[in-house]
């Protein structure tokens, strides 16, 4: 069983900046990737950003130049710096890690940014 701990969520004024952060139980090299997805009530959940173990990324077009995924090996940890927010970034931001053909997501982290 995977169990990632996420944090870093709140309330910022757009324009701000937020850094979350998703904390695994297993190694990051374990995954075939990790990243970001964020739902809004009455949407379906969306990728923001993915990140594999050797490095490459993939970003949302919404997101792209404003946020950036990373990761720490040494600690499990994957992070999601963003900038510039957004109202429209207003959303749970939950982290996923895929193995061996399944997604193991989070508890889910609010992210809030007023106009």
């Known amino acids: 069983q995977v169990q990632l701990v996420e944090s870093g969520g709140g309330l910022v004024q757009a324009g701000g900046s937020l850094r979350l952060s998703c904390a695994a139980s297993?190694?990051?090299?374990?995954?075939?990737?990790m990243g970001w997805y964020r739902q809004t009530p009455g949407k379906q959940r969306e990728l923001v950003a993915t990140?594999?173990?050797?490095?490459?990324?993939n970003y949302a077009d919404s997101v792209r130049g404003r946020f950036t995924i990373s990761s720490d090996v040494a600690k499990d940890t994957v992070y999601l710096q963003m900038n510039s927010l957004k109202p429209e970034d207003t959303a749970v931001y939950y982290c996923?890690?895929?193995?061996?053909?399944?997604?193991?997501w989070g508890q889910g982290t609010q992210v809030t940014v007023s106009s």
């Open positions: 297993i190694s990051i090299f374990g995954t075939n990737y």
């Open positions: 990140i594999m173990w050797r490095g490459s990324t």
């Open positions: 996923v890690a895929a193995r061996a053909g399944n997604d193991y």
